[in-house]
């Protein structure tokens, strides 16, 4: 039996702490040897926030080896080609994206910023845990799509879709 190669994934959001590293590491977690989820900013923090890690936790996702890094890295020689990418907030959704070798199928997941959130450390924790069930929902979504036998057309209107949900 041969395997087939695992679908490579990114995650865009301008920062690259929160919504993109939670998203990676669902889909990592969920997507089993079939996929390759990375993430990505635009203008990096440079550090992946506490709250993210300690969601991933949360869910039983490892939380090692993440961290926060400029999408340019993602066009250098030896970099993975997408077969797949999702801007998971509003601002890398505007934004010129570099062009992607491979012709990846985009879609846009908004979502909104956990790490915007004031006020207690429970009510933090709370967003970051939603905006993750919202992730993880439209990722499973993803994951039961039959990407087999799906045309490009109809592969982007689902992409899509799920992003409205």
């Not at 190669?5 to 995650?11: G, K, R």
């Not at 996929?35 to 203008?43: D, Q």
């Not at 926030?49 to 490892?62: G, M, N, V």
């Not at 439209?138 to 899509?160: C, G, T, V, Y």
Request: positive net charge; charged residues 20%; proline residues 7%.
């Amino acid at each position: 039996m041969t395997m087939e190669p695992a679908y490579n994934t990114l995650f865009i959001c301008t920062g690259n702490s929160a919504r993109s590293i939670l998203a990676e590491g669902i889909l990592n977690g969920l997507g089993g040897e079939r996929f390759r989820a990375f993430s990505a900013g635009s203008r990096p923090k440079g550090k992946v926030h506490p709250l993210a890690l300690a969601t991933l936790e949360r869910l039983h996702l490892p939380i090692a080896g993440y961290r926060s890094k400029c999408w340019d890295e993602f066009g250098a020689p030896g970099a993975p080609v997408f077969d797949f990418i999702f801007t998971v907030c509003g601002n890398a959704a505007g934004e010129s994206c570099p062009l992607w070798p491979g012709k990846p199928v985009s879609a846009h997941w908004g979502v909104p910023d956990p790490a915007a959130v004031e006020g207690s450390e429970e009510r933090q924790r709370k967003a970051f845990y939603d905006t993750a069930l919202t992730l993880r929902r439209r990722i499973e979504l993803f994951l039961s799509l039959p990407l087999k036998n799906l045309d490009a057309l109809s592969l982007q209107r689902k992409l899509h879709d799920i992003g409205c949900q």
